[in-house]
């Protein structure tokens, strides 16, 4: 089965940095996603990482420890417009199926 | 490039009926498909798996005879909800993942989504 967990809600200012978290348990690991998604819209892609270590894109990096089952979205100089849902999605090595953590509501005030 | 329409967008349909919810790569070729479901305010879950000319892969849970999916080009897959009742009312989104290698292949692309709402 799949465990993946992210915290269900984050509130970030203006500017600021966030990080939101995600863990999981897994067998089959063949990369950790990072999807934005609006209400009411399909997830965009934001990130990946298949080995451990930092990626980073523009104000958005992603983190991964495959041995601690662990990874992080960074958002840099937040704006509002960053307020939406964050998904980690592990996939996996056979099939290639994505499975989705809980979602990580972030609201940006300012 | 890599875009994934789904079609209707929304569609509203009395309890007991079918409703058929199609699917499109337009412009790769989508060895793989995949179909989630999305509750309000949860995650997406994902219902199965088709690749091109084959069964579906159906997660644990998911009645294959209730939802009913036929990949049977690579640019075209089909979810048929079938006898829809209430609790079938969800967001449904499929994603499309092309073959050999290259972006296609190393993520999936999401179609915007068909809300679904059964009185």
């Known amino acids: 089965g799949q465990n993946i967990d992210q915290p269900t809600e984050m509130t970030a200012t203006e500017g600021a940095i966030v990080q939101i978290n995600c863990t999981y348990q897994t067998s089959g690991f063949n990369g950790l996603f990072w999807y934005q998604q609006h209400a009411g819209e399909a997830p965009t892609f934001l990130s990946y990482n298949v080995l451990d270590g930092l990626e980073e894109k523009g104000r958005f990096s992603s983190f991964l420890s495959r041995s601690k089952g662990y990874s992080y979205l960074l958002l840099k100089e937040l704006q509002m417009k960053d307020s939406a849902s964050y998904l980690c999605?592990?996939?996996?090595?056979?099939?290639?199926?994505?499975?989705f953590g809980t979602g990580t509501s972030l609201t940006v005030i300012p | 490039g890599a875009v994934v329409s789904q079609h209707p967008s929304w569609v509203i349909c009395k309890s007991g009926t079918s409703v058929k919810i199609e699917c499109r790569s337009l412009?790769?070729?989508?060895?793989?498909m995949f179909w989630y479901r999305q509750f309000p305010k949860q995650s997406l879950m994902l219902m199965a798996t088709s690749n091109e000319g084959s069964k579906a892969t159906y997660e644990q849970g998911v009645e294959k005879d209730k939802f009913l999916i036929n990949h049977a080009s690579l640019t075209l897959s089909t979810l048929t909800v079938t006898s829809a009742h209430p609790e079938d009312s969800s967001f449904y989104i499929c994603?499309?993942?092309?073959?050999?290698?290259?972006?296609?292949?190393?993520?999936?692309?999401f179609g915007p989504g068909t809300r679904l709402t059964v009185l």
């Open positions: 999605a592990v996939r996996r090595d056979t099939g290639n199926q994505f499975y």
């Open positions: 994603s499309a993942r092309g073959g050999a290698s290259g972006r296609t292949y190393n993520e999936q692309f």
């Open positions: 412009d790769f070729q989508a060895t793989t």
